[in-house]
């Protein structure tokens, strides 16, 4: 079945919330404050919040959104949804402008929407990828401006750096990392790739040495036109980045670099949630939704943070 905007929880505010409540609290409601799952009642009244229970052991108020990324959010919940549903099932991405348009919210609100929905699609305590018999590229790529460099400046050196894990037939991790040094990227890889793995990189001399850490390391020449050799290319994760560009470049169009590591987890996590994996808009959707507990994001964060 097709997945559309035409389903009751993205139009009507009781259906979202029984959407969203079915899917982080699949057992019944529970308690953010105390963890009580007892004694739990919704509150009733015409002046009362959509979606307000009270626990009667620890005597406070509640939702759903409390201790996820909707928390202390005035947005309507079925536009979370919708805007949710958007960026989940855009290939590109989908623009805070758009976003504001569509839902017919402020651009500052259509901002921040979105970057609480990346925060939703991150991975957090992921295991590692890869293991005997699989496949994982490496490769880096440069993309925007670093802070403080003037514009018209070419040249890596005054752009952020991208480094890129891509499963075969799996997933995607992206890091924004310093530089492209044994010591920037050798960690990354050691935590993020299993030691099992069969991996595959282009020439650069970092990977030399890194690559005696996995079951096997194959690389290809770009510098002398060699780009597949037998199984061995970097095809999958070039791949990626040119829709990660496209996206970048094309929606949305500018990233300061203390986002950056948002719009990354947004790529990321289309590409290991894509259709191509069985992963259809909806289903992808329902996996964002999931991610958002635990979560916060603020405006001005402490500096801390």
């Not at 309507?76 to 504001?100: T, V």
């Not at 929407?113 to 699609?121: D, E, G, V």
């Not at 990828?129 to 993309?143: H, K, L, Q, R, S």
């Amino acid at each position: 079945m097709k997945s559309t905007l035409n389903e009751a929880h993205f139009h009507d505010e009781a259906a979202a919330y029984a959407f969203v409540e079915a899917r982080i609290w699949p057992n019944g409601p529970v308690c953010p404050h105390c963890g009580g799952v007892e004694r739990i009642g919704r509150m009733q009244g015409k002046s009362t919040r959509q979606g307000a229970y009270k626990c009667y052991q620890c005597r406070k108020p509640f939702t759903v959104k409390i201790g996820t990324v909707f928390e202390a959010s005035h947005v309507p919940m079925r536009h979370w949804l919708q805007a949710m549903f958007l960026m989940s099932s855009s290939k590109k991405g989908i623009s805070s402008n758009q976003l504001h348009r569509t839902l017919g919210c402020t651009l500052k609100t259509a901002w921040f929407i979105s970057h609480r929905i990346r925060l939703a699609m991150a991975t957090v305590g992921i295991e590692p990828m890869g293991g005997a018999g699989t496949i994982v590229e490496i490769d880096e790529t440069y993309i925007g401006r670093l802070e403080g460099q003037p514009k018209g400046k070419s040249g890596g050196a005054h752009k952020n750096i991208v480094l890129t894990l891509v499963e075969r037939g799996g997933s995607a991790r992206s890091f924004h990392i310093d530089s492209t040094s044994i010591a920037d990227i050798a960690p990354i890889v050691r935590a993020n790739i299993h030691p099992e793995t069969n991996i595959m990189t282009d020439e650069a001399r970092q990977y030399v040495e890194i690559g005696k850490g996995f079951a096997s390391h194959g690389a290809v020449n770009h510098s002398a036109e060699e780009y597949v050799r037998g199984q061995i290319s970097t095809n999958t994760v070039e791949g990626f980045y040119s829709v990660f560009k496209r996206g970048m470049k094309g929606v949305y169009q500018h990233c300061s670099e203390k986002h950056l590591h948002r719009y990354l987890s947004e790529f990321d996590f289309r590409h290991s949630n894509r259709v191509a994996l069985g992963v259809n808009d909806t289903e992808r959707t329902e996996t964002a939704l999931k991610g958002i507990v635990g979560k916060r994001l603020k405006y001005n964060p402490p500096a801390d943070q």
